[in-house]
């Protein structure tokens, strides 16, 4: 079997080095961190020595690729243009800084049309990709696929293949994939994962899962509500969850989870999936 790139969020609050080098301590080979402060949007400046250390550990412990999620303020579909300017100026800057780290995907949640309608919502994110992403040489840029709670655009994958559709250079553009999220939206990736992804590749075009954020859910099937479980403790269940980490069809991916966890749940975790895998 290939190499199976596993990991969960991390805090690169103490560095990136910090963070790499917990990551290993957990057995993970790749992590996911907030690309600023995920609630305020302050930012870090670059410190290329931390960045070059955690280049080297990542090349010496062959970690795959890394996710860099934005902060959950980035709405790009507000319906108030200071929020979306705001939202519009982080993925710029932060796409920006993409270039600065070893491989590495930036991720955002698509955001909340607050009423305006969903076709509204998809086309002001399409137009702030449209002005942010100018030509296809960039990082690769993913959106997350959601719930589908309260106006939230991405619950339904039409929604994502719009705009991925309307952005001119759509290259590096693609999906993020959450199984908690998924199934929450009514795909359900326990009885039929096969279906799911044939569903993403018919919808959205093959190749455009980027990365995937591995989560049980709390609630059930379709109930449109995003509350991560542990896993093995919700109702997706440890054999789903290793079942898709180990489907060929998603190889070479990330796999991240963002389970409510401190370090220690996370490196049993991460031990159980392996164990049920065999890897
Ligand atoms: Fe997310
Ligand atoms: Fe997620
Ligand atoms: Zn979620």
Do not use: W
């Not at 054999?239 to 180990?246: G, K, L, Y």
């Amino acid at each position: 079997m290939d190499n199976i790139y596993l990991g969960c969020h991390l805090s690169i609050a103490k560095g990136y080095y910090k963070a790499v080098q917990e990551a290993i301590s957990i057995g993970a080979n790749t992590f996911q961190f907030f690309s600023r402060n995920p609630r305020g949007g302050s930012v870090k400046a670059i410190d290329q020595n931390d960045i070059d250390k955690l280049k080297q550990a990542m090349e010496e412990y062959g970690f795959g690729p890394l996710l860099v999620h934005a902060p959950y303020t980035m709405n790009l579909c507000s319906d108030k243009e200071s929020v979306r300017e705001f939202a519009r100026n982080v993925l710029k800057e932060d796409v920006e800084r993409m270039k600065y780290l070893p491989d590495a995907r930036f991720l955002f949640h698509p955001g909340s049309h607050v009423g305006q309608g969903a076709e509204k919502g998809v086309s002001l994110i399409t137009d702030a990709l449209n002005e942010v992403i100018t030509d296809d040489n960039g990082p690769m840029i993913l959106l997350e696929g959601m719930s589908g709670k309260g106006s939230e655009i991405g619950g339904r994958l039409e929604e994502i293949a719009q705009i991925i559709q309307g952005v001119k250079h759509n290259k590096n553009l693609g999906i993020c994939i959450d199984t908690c999220h998924l199934h929450s939206a009514g795909y359900d990736v326990v009885n039929d994962f096969e279906g799911v992804l044939d569903e993403i590749d018919r919808v959205i075009g093959p190749g455009r899962i980027g990365g995937v954020h591995i989560n049980d859910n709390m609630n059930g099937l379709g109930c449109h509500k995003d509350r991560h479980a542990k896993i093995g403790e919700g109702t997706i269940g440890l054999e789903a969850i290793a079942a898709i980490v180990s489907n060929e069809r998603l190889t070479g991916l990330p796999f991240n989870l963002e389970t409510p966890n401190e370090l220690e749940g996370y490196a049993k975790e991460i031990k159980m999936i392996r164990d049920k895998i065999g890897c």
